[in-house]
């Protein structure tokens, strides 16, 4: 086996705004009860990464003490979880300096197989330029900055993100900033990643419920991350259509792409 190349180190100043991105879902759209792809997320100034960091770690180590390794949504965070420590989760998230999005595509969606990742990319794009206006609105990030982007490492949607995000510059505050990316393995326990995870899961089970139960309804978890944290660092969106862009005014439950 050939040696792996070696690891790039991630080197974070001030007034970098980074971006930490998971998926849920499939994005061949094959599984039935759950028909869906999703990016989620969380997002934030490198100005305040260890104030956020450290209060994600102590909820963990309260709430968590047997997990040695990263906090999974789909192992930790079932929905059989206690309220106790459900809450203790999305409190270590309730930093108003942190941003939360996402964006998802469904079975029912008018979007070909082939082109729901590169759209899935696009709309994404798209939310990092708002989540970043929010951002200098609040005050919590200055342009020009640098801005990076760290995606959770998935070997099948590699060449998909690389082809999508390569060149890509975010424009805010009149500027064009370049966006640097990079892959992070969950391996490395970075507690934003894990809120990413956290994020995207509470995405799929929330098309989930409403597939099942309510259409125009929304889980617990999703109303707190979503809901009750209005605009400008809480995006989340559907896509309807692969062209086109509107977004239905809040307080919708999805926010709409046609």
């Not at 930790?76 to 930093?95: E, G, P």
């Amino acid at each position: 086996m050939a040696d792996k190349p070696p690891a790039e180190l991630l080197i974070l100043k001030p007034n970098t705004l980074v971006f930490y991105v998971d998926d849920s879902g499939d994005e061949r759209l094959k599984n039935q009860q759950h028909p869906i792809f999703a990016f989620g997320g969380a997002a934030c100034s490198f100005d305040f990464h260890l104030r956020i960091a450290r209060a994600w770690q102590a909820m963990k180590a309260v709430n968590f003490p047997q997990v040695d390794g990263p906090l999974h949504s789909k192992t930790h965070l079932r929905d059989r979880l206690s309220d106790t420590k459900r809450l203790a989760v999305l409190a270590s998230m309730a930093h108003p300096e942190l941003a939360r999005f996402g964006t998802v595509i469904t079975s029912g969606t008018d979007v070909p197989l082939d082109t729901v990742v590169p759209v899935a990319c696009i709309t994404l794009a798209k939310r990092f330029v708002n989540v970043a206006k929010g951002m200098i609105q609040r005050g919590l990030w200055q342009v020009p900055g640098r801005v990076v982007v760290v995606f959770e490492q998935s070997i099948r949607l590699t060449k998909h993100i690389e082809q999508h995000f390569t060149g890509l510059a975010l424009n805010a505050g009149g500027h064009a900033i370049p966006v640097e990316g990079c892959f992070m393995p969950k391996s490395a326990v970075n507690p934003f990643l894990e809120m990413a995870d956290f994020v995207a899961s509470t995405i799929g089970r929330n098309i989930r419920y409403q597939l099942e139960h309510d259409p125009s309804g929304c889980t617990d978890n999703f109303q707190v991350l979503f809901r009750d944290v209005g605009p400008p660092i809480a995006e989340y969106i559907e896509v309807t259509a692969a062209g086109g862009w509107r977004t239905v005014p809040r307080p919708s439950v999805r926010l709409l792409v046609g």
